[in-house]
Antibody, heavy 121, light 110 residues
């Protein structure tokens, strides 16, 4: 069974930092591009960042570029999102999700339950 | 940019529903695939993939759900809405970065 388990969310002051983790199991982790997607309270889905299978190429939404860093540790089957210089508008539930693969797969077929990040003083 | 219509869809149980998704650019990948998907989200739950590559249903998704379209115009149809189908439906494209989502369409029972 595929599982994606996010952790690391919480309350942080504006300008602060937080590191999210996503522990993956039940599939070949290093075969998938992995993405972070967020959802502000009562709003729609917003793609945040992705990282290719070997971790060499990170990609970011303009809204987080220069502040967030995506990384992965394939030996631990874990995806990370380091969030710095947090703003109130970063308040959201953050999901990790499976993205592209080189073979035959359906992108964004698996999602974690999400972790809530609240940026407030 | 993905634009969904309608943004709200009150539907009678057993009746059909249809959601449109229009892209500002063609979504054909260099490998020939069109990575246009449909997701469903219930309150308090993560999104769930229903349809991928325009018209392919994920295993376990009822056959009352169907996807169609090409190029820049796509449609999700529910042939007969059931109570469990309420929630918000999103189209999304994964042909290019940044990945993008439609605004979401809220389906509710009249």
């Amino acid at each position: 069974e595929v599982q994606l388990l996010e952790s690391g969310g919480g309350l942080v002051q504006p300008g602060g930092s937080l590191r999210l983790s996503c522990a993956a199991s039940g599939f070949i982790f290093d075969s998938r591009v992995m993405s972070w997607v967020r959802q502000a309270p009562g709003k729609g889905l917003e793609w945040v960042a992705a990282i290719v299978q070997n971790g060499d190429i990170p990609l970011y939404a303009d809204s987080v570029k220069g502040r967030f860093t995506i990384s992965r540790d394939n030996s631990k089957n874990t995806l990370y999102l380091q969030m710095n210089s947090l703003r109130a508008e970063d308040t959201a539930v953050y999901y990790c999700a499976t993205d592209y693969c080189d073979g035959d797969c359906s992108l964004f077929d698996f999602w974690g339950q999400g972790t809530l990040v609240t940026v407030s003083s | 940019v993905l634009t969904q219509t309608p943004l709200s869809s009150p539907v009678t149980l057993g009746q059909p529903a249809s959601i449109s998704c229009t892209s500002s650019e063609r979504l054909v990948h260099d490998n020939g695939n069109t990575y246009l998907s449909w997701l469903h989200q219930r309150p308090g739950q993560p999104p769930r993939l229903l349809i991928y590559k325009i018209s392919n249903r994920v295993s376990g998704v009822p056959d009352r759900f169907s996807g169609s379209g090409a190029g820049t115009d796509f449609t999700l149809r529910i042939s007969r809405v059931e109570a469990e189908d309420v929630g918000v439906y999103y189209c999304m494209q994964a042909t290019q970065f940044p990945r993008t989502f439609g605004q979401g369409t809220k389906v509710e029972i009249k």
